[in-house]
């Protein structure tokens, strides 16, 4: 057999792109949940300003580096694009709801509601005219929206406050998908991701400059933790990236679900979480609204909204 057989042999045997995107959304997911229960660890006695500041200088040191290598340095003046500084804007405030609600939710209950995402997305994309749903897609919505109200189980003297901050959160991160779709693709992702990172890292200098007796010295342990998730969300918002341009957005997208999954694990294997039968009806709800709404998109030849709305960690 000849080098060149071998090397067609070889290309046959690798899988698809596709195949090797929803590979890097199920990793990226792993990435993520890690990412979110490290955060929650620390959150027990760190302030979220506090995670939010040292957690982004460490990751906006690893994000040039990466940037750097790449050969986009200079394109970082994109930083300075309006959309691209709306966007981090939107991100910083995202974040300091995120980790806050983060910090009082179990973390299956907290990633179901934050899945709700793509959903809001939707239901914003067509109330401003972007985009336009049938019926059927309109109730794949709303019960997507029940599946929330499952998880959130709000009472008759109201809705539990970190809950109601992850759903706020959510809302926040579908307008900033939303921005997300405008910014000009001379705007590398790394780069608007590290505007991100910047701005979540001001905002979160900015609270413990306005509350500096909160601030708590961290531990050897928690400098470590806090390391390791500088180092998840670089690796998880890369890895999301690549999974939507390695492969088609209708089969890569779904596969962002399985971080309920592993929130699930994760929840019950450090904290003891047991969700109870509400939470995951709740749960299968928001999954199963947002699958049909992916299909019903493909059916019909349409952007994927949807599966543009992944909520990477923020």
Not at 155 to 164: D, E, F, I, K, L
Request: proline share 5%; with cysteine.
């Amino acid at each position: 057999m000849s080098v060149t057989d071998l090397g067609v042999s070889a290309r046959g045997r690798a899988l698809d792109p596709t195949a090797r995107g929803v590979i890097a959304m199920v990793v990226g997911m792993a990435f993520q949940v890690t990412n979110d229960a490290v955060v929650k660890l620390i959150a027990a006695r760190l302030p979220a300003s506090e995670i939010m500041a040292l957690r982004g200088v460490m990751a906006i040191a690893l994000m040039l580096a990466v940037i750097l290598a790449a050969g986009h340095g200079p394109r970082l003046r994109t930083l300075a694009h309006p959309l691209v500084v709306l966007r981090s804007a939107l991100e910083a405030g995202c974040c300091l709801l995120y980790v806050t609600a983060l910090s009082g939710l179990g973390l299956a209950e907290f990633t179901s509601i934050v899945q709700a995402t793509p959903l809001i997305l939707t239901a914003i994309a067509v109330a401003i005219g972007w985009q336009s749903v049938g019926a059927r897609r309109w109730a794949a919505i709303g019960v997507g929206f029940v599946g929330v109200l499952l998880v959130a189980k709000p009472s008759p003297s109201g809705v539990n406050a970190y809950a109601a901050l992850a759903l706020l959160s959510a809302v926040i991160m579908a307008v900033r998908d939303l921005v997300t779709r405008r910014i000009p693709g001379h705007a590398p992702s790394l780069v608007v991701t590290l505007g991100a990172t910047i701005a979540v890292t001001l905002l979160g200098a900015a609270g413990g400059a306005a509350q500096p007796a909160s601030w708590i010295a961290p531990d050897a342990r928690e400098i470590i933790l806090l390391v390791g998730v500088a180092a998840l969300v670089c690796a998880c918002n890369m890895t999301i990236v690549l999974a939507f341009r390695l492969g088609d957005m209708a089969v890569v997208g779904p596969f962002r679900y399985s971080v309920i999954l592993g929130s699930l694990i994760l929840g019950y294997a450090v904290w003891g979480d047991r969700p109870d039968a509400l939470g995951l009806v709740g749960a299968a709800l928001i999954v199963g609204s947002g699958l049909y709404a992916l299909r019903r998109e493909r059916e019909r030849g349409e952007p994927t909204t949807a599966a543009e709305g992944v909520a990477g960690p923020v």
